[in-house]
């Protein structure tokens, strides 16, 4: 059963709904959570860190804006996790209005330093655990006719990316072109599709790391329990797509400048459309 809190609480935008955020014990997922538990939200914390899980829960409760939030180990990686994330959610909170899809791993360095056991490490969880828990709540969602999902990227994966970047992006690019298609499937029943693109210049997406052929102290692992100043403000652009829908949404709008203009608004596809 989800952690309840007992004292009345101050209601917001979202109160009412249910949000999953998939990856947010820690960093950047993490303040995701708390950015919808302050609009009102039930919050579903899924990970694969069960104490930084259970520490975000009571940081949550602790804020007084929410009457419920929940830890769901979970491994993205997994067919059978994903589905009884999905399924508990349910379950627990009765619905599933928003997905946030925020797990995932880093991997830099030169690409000649890069094995394919890497790209394959690196994949299993960027590409197919977000493949994995978009599909399986789209079902849900189609059934009542309302829903957003959110998948984050890299802004490189957009655009221009940097030389150690380029496997990280690639997974990424992939999430990007996964994430339209999905806009596309299921416009017009009622689901909003989000594809936020989170800053350069900040925190990654994933915190797991693998470094080919680099520096240790080239690019410091953040904190998974403090995230830096200012990624609070990272998160508004998440609340604001979540009322105000819409595809493309930057972390920083300053980074938009350096996107091509080929992420527009998908369009739904029908049968025998080419």
Known sequence: MPAVADDPLARGALTGRVAVVVGGASGLGRTVAK???????????????????????????????????????TD???????????????????????LVNMAGVLLEGPLDRIKTSDWKWM???????????????VPHMTERGSGHIVNAVPVGSLGKTSPHDVAYDSGYAAVATFTYG??????GRGIHVTLYATPSSGPRVGQNTRKRGMGRLL????????????????????????????????????????????WGEPQRVTAGSK
């Open 35 to 73: 950015a919808v538990a302050r609009q009102g939200a039930r919050v579903v914390i899924a990970d694969f860190d069960a104490e930084r899980m259970e520490r975000t829960v009571e940081e949550i409760l602790e804020m007084g804006t929410t009457d419920a939030a929940h830890a769901l180990p």
């Open 76 to 98: 993205v990686r997994s067919d059978s996790s994903v589905r009884s994330l999905v399924n508990d959610a349910i379950t627990t909170m009765g619905q599933v209005d928003i």
């Open 123 to 137: 994949l299993e969880t960027n590409v197919l655990g977000t493949v994995r828990t978009t599909m399986a709540v």
């Open 182 to 187: 999905v806009a596309a499937l299921t416009a």
């Open 219 to 262: 690019h410091p692992t953040d904190d998974l329990e403090e995230p830096r100043a200012g990624t609070d403000q990272l998160a508004d652009s998440v609340i604001d797509a979540l009322h105000h829908p819409r595809f493309l949404v930057f972390a920083d709008p300053a980074d938009a400048a350096a996107v091509p203009d080929r």
